[in-house]
């Protein structure tokens, strides 16, 4: 039993390795470097032997000694007899070796006796290798497209692979991408347009939002549980179907590629689940509040602007931040809405640079950088509002 | 008194949703019955834009005789299929303008040119010319003139109004052979891009629930994904997989674990063998569910790390006074716990997954065996420019929605029933 455990904890730990080597030996060689094996053989010998020697050794060393040793011996083997790789390399080997001895410190030969303790290290491990695996899926294809808009075609070319940034050239340089797409392409224009346009729908949609909340939360009237359901089943209508009769109608009426036009579509898509938002928040509030204001002759308006808003402003942000960012990420309507390149959105405009085949790959990544940043920058600001938002009207895809 | 009062209330609640029942109504409901209209008729792009009579005003001096002037109208019918019946025309001159030559269809009062073209046929073209000549013996402005903008009018049959209809349309989207092509392909999207990002959701909360250190900043990472715009993400996994110069191809290349690239998002099947048997994968359609699950994870993961974080500890403390092991911790009492969310997850992700456009019609605008339904509808719409054909697809669409809608909350109900 004992033996069974020691050699499954030796493996499992032993891949965690190979995957903590593989990712870093990927990240390495897109900054240039020449790596055409990831060794995986290797790295499972040296695991393996690094994870039996640390139960044997068990206290009488240090755990400080014993990871320094350890990971130096490490480095010593696979950076200098095997590879001749740069330095950096192997102070990032030696730092990935370190946080591992670290990780498996806490494992001893007498805990592994213990029961299920097998199912313990597997489960604690696959926590560990969950966390890096998903950091780096999500993060890869994020990092890739800000390195590439500073890149130019011809470095793409000729190696895929090397993403490394030339830091001393001139900003001019670095950012050429971006002068590009803001003086050719007009994106100032782009984000102006997608600005106003998400803005606008925010305010529009709270204005006609929180009165109809206040009323479904608050008032008696015929057709209440009618409008509240209603509400979420019209929400869950995809908009590929309004799309075409839309599409007729504004035509005809000269609403397409006008501002206007997209404001009232991305009101009309937003506001049910702003109602549906405002209204569980609304219906939170202490009644008596609002019991006090109509005897002192408050009317509808004077309860709303003075009891309701100023009580709900944590939901109201929420909503408003939900609100933009789906006004500023939509693409659907803008695709149909938009052709002509004076009232481009963002989105649109990005996707319109990437209909012609010609367009360098860099001034496209820049695009999106223009158009991801604000939005991740707000989410990551107020995350703890977008939070909220997300998961009440996550019904929104 | 009471009865004012609650008369009070309603009409305050009928003002206060007013504006919001409108809005919603005429832009979302409307459009839904708007495409029942339509789904029955036969319209092409071309018959939406209405037809409108048009002028083309080029003023030219005569030479030699600088009080006189020549203006040349172009007219048109703007229609190439439709005709334009009592067109109307008017133009406006300055107050010593005197006319030469008076067609008889038009009349000159007050320095204002009026005439009746009568009717248009499609297609129809004119040049129309009138000669002008100062009262005064005065010079003429030319730009002055130019700057004066002659009004036409004219009816014309509003295509959409009138009430022909076919069943054309639906004949053609449920008979011909690739209906059931394109159900399974929105069916293959729709399932696995659900059932893959909820496995993918419960994952990340399980792993998240736990602690560790940067806990706060890995839940805003595994967000990214859901919030980042979509025209972005795309375009960069398109770079990321690209056969030629991509990423992924580069880097399998260099660790030899593939010997050609592969064009994941480009070629339609790939022949897999495992174990002996060899079968055919999707391949494009399964990239697209990958981008797919990569980008809605997120959202089961919020949902269910919510749920995982209500779970009274107790019971997890009862488990391990018993000496329950962590796989019989997560399979007996988280699971159990998380189905319910789980259950309402997979309706929505279902629903939303099942309309998705965006992210295939970007990544490969429904090329290589990725045509979905709602790619559908664009394609015949505007590709094709067969509005009807799309009409009646996003028919399709909502019925099947209804449907899909029914039969889960019967489920729902009876499971509601149970308890």
């Known amino acids: 039993m004992r033996i069974k455990n020691t050699i499954l904890f030796s493996l499992i730990s032993t891949f965690f390795l190979i995957f903590l080597i593989s990712i870093w030996k990927i990240l390495a060689t897109l900054q240039g470097l020449s790596i055409n094996s990831f060794n995986i053989e290797i790295i499972l010998i040296f695991g393996f032997l690094i994870s039996l020697a640390h139960l044997g050794i068990g206290d009488r060393i240090k755990s400080i000694y014993k990871s320094i040793i350890f990971s130096s011996i490490f480095v010593f083997c696979d950076g200098y007899l095997i590879q001749k790789l740069p330095i950096w390399y192997n102070v990032g080997v030696f730092l990935i070796l370190y946080f591992f001895t670290n990780k498996i410190s806490k494992y001893t030969f007498i805990g592994l006796k213990e029961e299920h303790s097998t199912q313990v290290i597997l489960f604690d491990f696959l926590t560990l290798f969950g966390i890096l695996f998903f950091s780096f899926v999500i993060l890869f294809p994020f990092y890739m497209m800000l390195v590439t808009s500073f890149k130019t075609q011809i470095a793409l070319l000729v190696n895929p692979l090397d993403f490394s940034i030339n830091f001393g050239q001139d900003i001019k340089d670095l950012f050429k991408s971006y002068f590009v797409i803001f003086k050719s392409y007009k994106f100032g224009k782009y984000i102006v347009i997608s600005t106003i346009v998400s803005v606008g729908t925010v305010i529009i949609t709270l204005l006609f939002a929180i009165p109809a909340a206040y009323a479904v939360a608050r008032l008696n009237f015929f057709g209440k549980t009618f409008l509240s359901t209603s509400i979420l089943i019209i929400y869950m209508f995809p908009a590929i179907v309004l799309v075409i009769p839309l599409y007729t109608i504004f035509s005809q009426l000269g609403l397409r590629n006008s501002i206007e036009g997209l404001l009232i579509v991305y009101t009309a898509t937003t506001l049910p689940v702003a109602i549906y938002m405002l209204q569980g928040y609304f219906k939170s509030i202490p009644k008596e509040l609002e019991e006090a204001a109509i005897l002192d002759k408050l009317s509808w308006f004077g309860i709303i602007t003075k009891i309701i808003i100023p009580l709900s402003i944590p939901a109201i942000s929420s909503v408003a931040l939900y609100v933009f960012m789906i006004a500023w990420n939509e693409f659907l309507f803008s695709l149909m809405f938009l052709d002509n390149p004076n009232s481009f959105t963002l989105s649109r405009a990005i996707q319109y640079l990437s209909g012609d085949a010609e367009t360098p790959r860099q001034y496209l990544m820049a695009g999106s950088v223009v158009v991801t940043l604000p939005v991740l920058f707000i989410f990551v600001y107020f995350e703890k509002y977008l939070v909220s938002g997300l998961t009440a009207g996550s019904v929104k895809g | ?419």
């Open chain 2, 1 to 419: 008194m009471n009865d004012t009062l609650a008369n009070t209330e309603k009409k305050t609640a009928y003002i206060l949703t007013l504006p919001a029942v409108l809005l919603v109504f005429s832009i979302i409901l409307f459009p839904i019955f708007a495409n029942i209209w339509i789904s029955f008729k036969e319209v092409e792009l071309k018959d939406i834009r209405i037809p409108e009579p048009r002028a083309k005003k080029i003023v030219k001096s005569i030479s030699d005789e600088p009080t006189k002037i020549k203006i040349l109208y172009k007219l048109r019918n703007s229609s190439l299929i439709q005709e334009i019946r009592d067109v109307s025309f008017q133009d406006n001159f300055p107050k010593n303008f005197e006319i030469e030559n008076l067609d008889p269809r038009c009349s000159y009062e007050k320095y204002n040119l009026k005439c009746e073209f009568g009717n248009w046929p499609a297609k129809y073209r004119e040049n129309f010319q009138v000669i002008f000549a100062t009262n005064d013996g005065s010079s003429i402005d030319k730009k002055n003139l130019k700057s004066i903008k002659p009004k036409l009018d004219g009816k014309s049959d509003n295509i959409l109004l009138n009430t022909n209809f076919t069943l054309k349309n639906f004949k053609k989207v449920l008979f011909e052979n690739e209906f059931i092509d394109l159900l399974l392909t929105t069916f293959y999207y729709t399932f696995f891009g659900t059932v893959g990002s909820i496995v993918f959701g419960i994952l990340t909360a399980q792993m998240v629930n736990q602690k560790f250190y940067g806990r706060t900043f890995m839940r805003s990472v595994l967000l990214f994904p859901y919030v980042a715009p979509v025209v972005a993400l795309a375009y960069t996994w398109e770079l990321l997989l690209d056969p030629n110069s991509g990423t992924l191809n580069s880097l399998l290349l260099n660790y030899q674990i593939i010997e050609t690239p592969i064009n994941l998002l480009g070629q339609k099947y790939i022949e897999i063998s495992i174990l002996g048997f060899d079968f055919k994968l999707r391949l494009a359609l399964t990239t697209v569910i990958m981008f797919e699950i990569w980008r809605y994870f997120p959202l089961a993961f919020l949902f269910i790390l919510a749920r995982l974080q209500a779970i009274p500890k107790e019971l997890y403390e009862a488990a391990d006074v018993d000496g329950a092991s962590p796989f019989q911790k997560f399979f007996n009492i988280t699971l159990p716990q998380i189905t319910a969310v789980i259950s309402i997850l997979f309706m929505i992700r279902f629903i939303w997954n099942f309309n998705k456009f965006e992210d295939v019609f970007l990544l490969t605008g429904g090329a290589s065996g990725t045509r979905t339904l709602p790619i559908n509808v664009y394609q015949q719409g505007f590709a094709i420019s067969d509005i009807g054909m799309g009409s009646a697809v996003s028919i399709v669409i909502v019925v099947l929605l209804l449907m899909f809608m029914f039969f889960y909350f019967k489920l729902l109900g009876k499971r509601v029933d149970e308890n």
